[in-house]
């Protein structure tokens, strides 16, 4: 069974640039997380979809960010433009039905904004 | 602010010995998780305990919540070099459309 998938892995970017992050959760899931996670804050929710619709966006730092769940298969988040401070491992979690499940986390995504 | 806090931030021990962790929340849970993290890798879960249990185990892992204490914690018997990885502990509302919320981690580090 394929886990939850991310891409890039790692990306590498200057400031000011749009820097746009993927993931593929788990087939038959109905929950999708993005989590951000520094040294300095911890573990973060950024946004949490269930059914493809965002229900808690409250994390999501600023305008810069956004996060998009266009199918069940499917989702997006993105920074425009991308700051140094954005620089953090990027995490997509999904769960079976709610956000209260056990969650299953990708490999992440390592961004460094310059 | 987290609802999840752990205590130890850092924990080292020997090879055999047993490590304990513990967590401390502030409001109502529906459940606790444990999730391990490799350094570079995403988290996994390890158990779940519902608020209307008292211990849980699975192989060398125990879990215990006092819910009138807000608190849980988890042990590993028997630790292993492979145990090494930070811990987190993670607390689901019982009320609300709320997700988990995961608190800071214990890093453990198993010398062989």
């Known amino acids: 069974d394929a886990g939850v998938i991310q891409s890039p892995r790692h990306e590498v970017t200057e400031m000011g640039q749009e820097v746009t992050l993927r993931c593929k959760p788990i087939s038959g899931h109905n929950s999708l997380f993005w989590y951000r996670q520094t040294m300095m804050r911890g573990l973060e929710l950024l946004i949490y979809?269930?059914?493809?619709?965002?229900?808690?966006d409250s994390g999501m730092p600023e305008d810069r960010f956004s996060a998009k769940m266009p199918n069940a298969s499917f989702s997006t988040l993105k920074i425009q433009p991308s700051e140094p401070r954005d620089s953090a491992v990027y995490f997509c979690?999904?769960?079976?039905?709610?956000?209260?499940?056990?969650?299953?986390f990708g490999p992440g995504t390592r961004l460094t904004v310059l | 602010s987290q609802q999840g806090e752990e205590d130890p931030q850092a924990l080292s021990i020997q090879e055999g010995e047993n490590a304990t962790m513990n967590c401390s929340y502030k409001t109502s849970i529906n459940n606790l998780q444990w999730y391990r993290q490799n350094s570079g890798r995403g988290l996994v879960h390890l158990i779940l305990i519902r608020s209307n249990e008292r211990e849980k185990h699975s192989g060398r892992l125990r879990v215990t919540l006092d819910t009138s204490k807000k608190s849980s914690s988890l042990l590993i018997t028997a630790s292993r070099a492979a145990d090494t990885a930070s811990y987190f502990c993670a607390t689901a509302p019982d009320t609300g459309r709320r997700a988990l919320t995961f608190g800071s981690g214990t890093r453990l580090q198993v010398q062989p």
């Open positions: 979809f269930n059914n493809n619709v965002p229900i808690d």
């Open positions: 979690a999904s769960s079976l039905r709610q956000g209260t499940d056990t969650q299953y």
